[in-house]
């Protein structure tokens, strides 16, 4: 179970035509915390960069064509803007924390979305960022010092070794995934539904202790980069199972609604309030997007 026609005939089934040559083209994100955005894209158009605006992004913009590495750029490295492809800016812009808000950010590294946080909280409140990769977290160091993050406190530890203890207004859990293929050339050749199956089995455990972790009237955004209806839809089922006063919100963004009978799964109808995005339709790889409000003190 494995290779591009076994997955391709499976996205299929999910009701998705795709070709498996799908892409995503290079985006920016403006980092608020260093510039305006009007200040980003006359700096970059005088050096001959072409932009686009992502219509569903707050801060995003695709990069049409660019005469040099904008990693290099003076503006990248004065963390003016960083390089965040389109659908990965969604869970921070769908989760919106603000200035009051305590965050746990559970699977922080390289740290995009990190910094993307500490934008909309306008570098008040609190971030704890945790990652059980020591060298990405160096990475992801860098990453916050660059952008100007003064709000989070970054910590080399695993997010199942948490507590069982509710301490976090909001949870952000990206979580490891299979990945999706739009993203990463060779993907079909790596994958199998070996990974996809272990991978959800440890979504499950990481999506438990992020629900643990919220208080009362607390919300969560789970996300992944995977298509797989077992690392996404299933997982948000599961939790929904386990917790009744859990509940899933609309999620405002592109893509289409969460699958509640994917590959002849029963799972819960409140997954369809979910967000599925297919790689090329929205100029993105593939993602999905959950937002659980927690209604129990437990």
Not at 35 to 62: I, K, M, N, S, T
């Amino acid at each position: 179970m494995r290779g591009r026609p076994w997955f391709l005939s499976r996205y299929r089934a999910l009701g998705a035509t795709l070709s498996g040559r799908e892409r995503a083209p290079q985006a920016i994100r403006v980092n608020p915390l260093r510039a305006e955005a009007g200040e980003v894209l006359e700096a970059l158009r005088g050096e001959g960069v072409e932009l686009e605006p992502v219509p569903y992004l707050d801060h995003g913009f695709w990069i049409r064509s660019t005469p040099f590495s904008l990693g290099a750029s003076i503006e990248y490295l004065l963390g003016m803007f960083s390089l965040q492809e389109a659908a990965s800016q969604l869970p921070v812009q769908v989760l919106r924390p603000g200035p009051d808000d305590r965050l746990l950010d559970m699977a922080c590294a390289p740290g995009g979305k990190t910094t993307q946080a500490a934008a909309y909280m306008e570098n008040k409140g609190v971030i704890v960022g945790l990652d059980r990769d020591r060298r990405r977290l160096y990475a992801a160091e860098n990453h916050l010092e660059r952008c100007g993050v003064v709000n989070a406190a970054l910590h080399h530890v695993d997010a199942l070794d948490l507590p069982p203890e509710p301490a976090f207004t909001k949870v952000l859990l990206d979580a490891p995934c299979s990945g999706n293929y739009a993203a990463d050339p060779q993907w079909f050749r790596k994958r199998s539904m070996a990974d996809v199956e272990a991978n959800a089995e440890l979504q499950k455990k990481l999506i438990e202790k992020a629900y643990q972790a919220l208080e009362q009237g607390g919300v969560l955004v789970y996300s992944t980069c995977s298509l797989e209806p077992e690392e996404d839809e299933a997982v948000v089922s599961w939790l929904l199972e386990r917790h009744p006063g859990a509940e899933t919100v609309e999620v405002e963004a592109p893509g289409s609604p969460g699958l509640s009978h994917p590959l002849e799964m029963e799972l819960d109808e409140r997954v369809r309030r979910c967000r599925r995005i297919w790689p090329g339709l929205h100029g993105t790889q593939g993602f999905f997007i959950a937002k659980v409000v927690k209604h129990e003190a437990s």
